[in-house]
């Protein structure tokens, strides 16, 4: 394997618009891996990890970007470059070539913006908290896209935030729709009267994808960032976020959505919605429902129940749990699945792009076939040794840190999943392969079609085996990638796709339970 690499002194660029170029280089032929970066310290960490931290690299500075590309021969590593090179000054040319002059500061920002009440910043951890200090100190709203922010940053600028009334979404922010305007990672979906306010991206995602299936709509979708809720944080921008929701005349029912939440803040978040003008539904993963009941709180099970409610409840109705097969009665489709089984297909092998949809399948799945092991597990002593090789039934948030260092997120880059995939097909104790496809804006152009072409070359790589490949679309029709094409490449496959996260997870279940039975 040859190595070869370009350093653009004081280039700076935006890490999305990096980690799409890195995931473009990646489909040129030979390449084996390829990062287009930002020579931070971390990210210089990053390739010495994965062994392509060449010495003038290591002496980049954190302006600097680099190109680096391991391929099979010298010819292909260099054209892989050169084409990362011809990419970024196309892109310099088109920016240049605009009369618009783009402001190099946020004050002069502002200035060119006076009506201007956010900013979205997505620039390295280290740098991120100043630039956020600054937008505060401005009287901007800010969205924090990036992460690698410290969590004593993240409190001080809530702490800011907190007492200037101004929103700090993130960091590590991922989703958010303010007024209608999609924010990161976020679906095209209808305007309503359901205010969410979530310490997660997929979740938020999922719950406005879901809101607008069952006919209702979203007024805003406020991130937090996923540590909000930790007792160290104390929630502070969950808290901001129902007080502007409470006070916002578009919303009239309020959503809240996290991760777990730490037992101090958990109380803290209730307290505040007993006492909310408006009805709330509040979804905490990993919760105790009991606890949420008792507090006189409308709680709910998961993104689905909990977004099933919020429609009840705008359109004047009591919040009553989702009906038990309310989206359809899929037992034939299970049974015709288990039934191609052999006896020793046993597992449920879950490939998930979304942290949050990953932390909900294993709560529904640990409820009917038990432990599952997981990079981020339910409990301390079901964490995997190794984040890279399954055992038992095993969930992976594909999206965690320790995949994405030095490569894109897997909704940008399915290369990852695809490796993976390939890897638990080849087990022949696998019998159910369960997964997500994350569309909308910053995902992959064809997420669905990425997934159908892993299974196809799966297949074909080892016949014998025939796990059934279970899927579900976050989506809607309006969104870049059309939910109905998502949805009819993965079935053309013999994917079977559900409604919900929530439904095809319980489907998994549903068929190693029956394949178990039958194996008696």
Partial sequence: MVIRWLIKPKMYQDSVKLMKLSAELRKQDGVKQASV????EMNKSTLQDIGMLVPEVAAANADDLAIIVAADTEEQAQKAVELAEKLLNRAEVQQGETKQQFPKTLRSAVEALPGANLALISVPGTYAAAEALKALNLGLNVHLFSDNVTLEDEVRLKQIGTKKGLLVMGPDCGTAIID???LAFANVVARGKIGIVGASGTGIQEATV???????GISHA????????????????MLLG???????PSTEVILLISKPAGPRTANKILDRVKQCKKPVVVNLLKGDLNTIKSAGVVGAATIEDAAYKAVALANGEEAVAIPENYWGDYSKQIAVLESQLRPNQRYIRGLFTGGTLADEAMVILSDIVGDIFSNIPLKPELKLPSARKSHK???VDLGDDEFTRGRPHPMI???????????????PEVGVILCDVVTGYGSHADPAGELARAVARARDAYPSNNPAVIAFVCGTEADPQPLSEQVKALEKEGIFVLPSNAEAARAAGRIIKLHESRRV
Wanted: charged content about 30%; aromatic content about 2%.
């Fill in 393 to 395: 039934h095993t969930i």
């Fill in 37 to 40: 970066i930002m020579a931070t």
């Fill in 413 to 427: 880059d399915p290369l990852p999943r695809n490796e993976r995939l390939m890897q638990e097909y080849a087990d």
């Fill in 242 to 248: 129902i007080e502007l929701l409470e006070e916002d």
């Fill in 222 to 237: 406020i991130g937090t960032g996923g540590r909000d809720l930790l007792d160290e944080v104390g929630g502070q921008m």
């Fill in 180 to 182: 209608g305007v999609p």
């Fill in 210 to 216: 879901l809101i607008e299936r069952l006919g209702g």
